[in-house]
């Protein structure tokens, strides 16, 4: 009888050896007589866990984690292929608390299935929602997903069903959907691990919204920090024609659909959507200023549907089982789920995907297990590099778009980076400025010059010249910041740098410099 | 081949592409290691752009290189989550051990040290990317080790 183990491909899961792994059970099974079948899956999610193997028996798939090349031979001395004990074993998988907690719609099937098998795909659910959404046409398809309550996953929040409405509604032979896969943000890998984990999924979420609007060819940009999802997607999606799921004839509909996969170049504003659109006509990702908006005007001067990874993703399951259903999660405008990531230093780092309104606190201290080293939770940062920093007493605040913009933070895109109480918030501020100063397009002043004026004037604060002089310069910069700047990247960069100075003051008091 | 020749295969490749210009440099660098200043009119011919547009996109993205890596390329992350959990002790060791600033290449050619901000491993931090494989949960010691056997790769 053949065993079967699942052993990650998920770019994380290699970053700590699973190919060593899967290639230390191939041989040690062998050694002992044992047939196994190694699947490579996506990631549960339970990153510390990584490499997590699982194996299935008749209890479940139970794992194993964190397996390190070197325990194999002991775990298979010890029956792991029939499931039995050791220090590593964690139990059946999708019985453990920190899984069971969740609500999987968006990461139904990460983790669980072979990410390039066609036939795992349609064991589970796959095409449901594409078939569906051929079924009753495209004006239905985008009131499915306005019903929804779907926003944007990329940060902006903006509600899905109204863009597709406007590009829909927009007339033109040629149109374009564009997924942003830039997921430039720090904190953030839930694209990374939907495109490695499920490209189908994908797949199916652009094809509907190209039906939905009719487009006709599509584009994924691809940060190139994701050497492993660009492969990934590359072959999902010679996978996909060869299936008939993209081309001249999806699913023998009569729709036509291209889909191309096109690779960033280390720009973190590439990820701004008309920047996005810049470079994929091959210029520089300047951003451009709006209107135009991309749904009329947009790739190639083109009615374009530009939407994040987790947006497009979550569009088959809302297709398969109703706009209502996905109505029914979430709080006040916040609808459906969201897949938060635990990063940073945190002990149980991952993706936990829960309806809208669970509390910060819950995802830090109860999922999360608070920090990596042990020590007290001192900082937050929710939202990326844009976003607010939190103290540790600030933490009971619902995860929702509406009960963070009160608070004068903002969900972004669903990263939750930890810091302990270790952290100098001065340096984080520091590092917010320089981080614009790199990264910023440079088409406006406020940002591109402010933003080096502010390396400069943390610097004096810090090296305790004229503070107070320099504190009130330090909130001109940013008020100037904030009301000058064209795109998020120079407007919210004084979120970061003010959130630190509000909670964390006495991180910027003059240090004694060591001579 | 000559370099004109390798230039003008990559270019083909893309012919058909829209907005063509960042696959093909992506293709140059692959193909050399680096964007040479001397293809960028050539490059600016084929695809009729001027040689500044060219020019302006090569600098724009920190990803085209200008000069040859050395043959281990080291890309440490500084984002947040990786700073939450020591990556900038990682990078003071780095560019002790290796004689190298970030943005630089070692006199003898043996390592690139370069910096980006996120690598998608941001609850497995420290991370990094090391020829374009990702590492995580890294210390001084395990980074050597992950250098060394890129090295033996290269040169055995
Ligand atoms: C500086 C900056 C960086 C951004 N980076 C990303 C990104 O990496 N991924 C993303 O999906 N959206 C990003 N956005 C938001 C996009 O501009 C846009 O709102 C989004 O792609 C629209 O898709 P959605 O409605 O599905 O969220 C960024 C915005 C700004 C201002
Ligand atoms: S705010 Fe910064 S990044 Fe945005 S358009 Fe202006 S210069 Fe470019
Ligand atoms: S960059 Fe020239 S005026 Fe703003
Ligand atoms: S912050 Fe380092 S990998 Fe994301």
Known sequence: ?515 | MTVVERVLAVIEAHRGDRGALLPILHGIQAEFGYVDQSVIPLVAKELNLSRADVHGVVTFYSDFRSEPPGRVTVQLCRAEACQAVGSERLVEHAEAAYGVKVGQTGADGVVTLAQVFCLGNCALGPAAQVNGRLHGRLDPARLDGVINAEYEARTS
């Open chain 1, 1 to 515: 009888m053949t065993t079967t183990v699942y052993v990650p491909r998920d770019a994380a899961a290699l970053s700590v050896g699973a190919d060593a792994v899967a290639a230390a059970i191939t041989r040690e099974a062998a050694l002992a007589g044992r047939a196994v079948r190694v699947v490579r899956n996506g990631s549960r999610g339970m990153l510390w866990l990584e490499t997590l193997v699982e194996v299935v028996t008749e209890a479940g798939r139970i794992g194993y984690g964190p397996v390190t090349a070197e325990a194999v031979p002991s775990l298979i001395a010890n029956g792991m292929l029939d499931g039995g004990d050791h220090e590593l074993r964690v139990g059946v998988v999708e019985e453990l608390p920190w899984f069971r907690a969740q609500n999987r719609l968006c990461f139904a099937r990460v983790g669980v299935t072979d990410p390039l098998s066609p036939e795992d795909y349609r064991a589970h659910g796959g095409l449901t929602g594409l078939r569906r959404a051929l079924e009753i046409g495209p004006a239905a398809t985008v009131a499915e997903v306005t019903d929804s309550g779907l926003r944007g996953r990329g940060g902006a929040g903006f509600p899905a069903g109204i863009k597709w409405k406007t590009v829909a509604d927009t007339p033109g032979e040629l149109k374009f959907v564009c997924c942003n896969a830039d997921e430039g943000d720090s904190g953030t890998f839930a694209d990374r691990m939907l495109i490695e984990g499920d490209p189908f999924c994908l797949i199916e979420g652009m094809t509907i919204a190209a039906f939905a609007v009719g487009a006709t060819e599509g584009y994924i940009y691809i940060r190139s920090e994701y050497p492993e999802a660009v492969r990934t997607f590359r072959r999902a999606i010679d996978i996909a024609y060869a299936q008939g799921w993209l081309g001249d004839d999806v699913l023998g509909s009569g729709l036509r659909f291209d889909l191309m996969v096109r690779v960033g170049a280390g720009a973190y504003i590439c990820g701004e959507e008309t920047s996005m659109l810049e470079s994929l006509e091959g210029k520089r990702g300047v951003v451009r200023a709006k209107p135009p908006i991309p749904a009329i005007t947009g790739l190639f001067g083109k009615p374009t549907v530009v939407n994040n990874v987790l947006t497009l993703a979550s569009v088959p399951a809302i297709l398969a089982d109703g706009g209502a259903a996905y109505q029914a999660l979430g709080v006040q405008r916040s609808r459906g789920t969201q897949v938060f990531q635990l990063a940073g230093n945190i002990a149980r780092g991952g993706v936990f995907e829960t309806a809208f309104g669970i509390s910060l606190r819950d995802l830090v201290e109860e999922h999360g297990g608070g920090t990596l080293s042990g020590r007290p939770v001192r900082a937050v940062q929710v939202g990326g590099p844009l976003g607010a920093y939190l103290p540790a007493s600030g933490l009971d605040l619902a995860m929702d778009y509406e009960a963070f913009a009160e608070a004068g933070a903002m969900l972004g895109h669903g990263g939750i980076v930890v810091f302990d109480d270790t952290v100098d918030m001065a340096s984080m501020a520091r590092f917010a400025f320089s981080f614009c100063a790199e990264e910023s397009c440079g088409k406006c002043t406020p940002c591109r010059v402010g933003a080096v004026r502010g390396v400069e004037v943390i610097d004096r604060i810090v090296g305790g010249e004229d503070v107070d002089d320099n504190l009130a310069l330090l909130g001109d910069l940013c008020e100037l910041m904030t009301d000058g700047s064209l795109c998020a990247m120079g407007g919210l960069t004084p979120n970061p740098v003010r959130s630190a100075l509000q909670h964390f003051a006495d991180d910027f008091t003059p240090r004694r410099v060591t001579p």
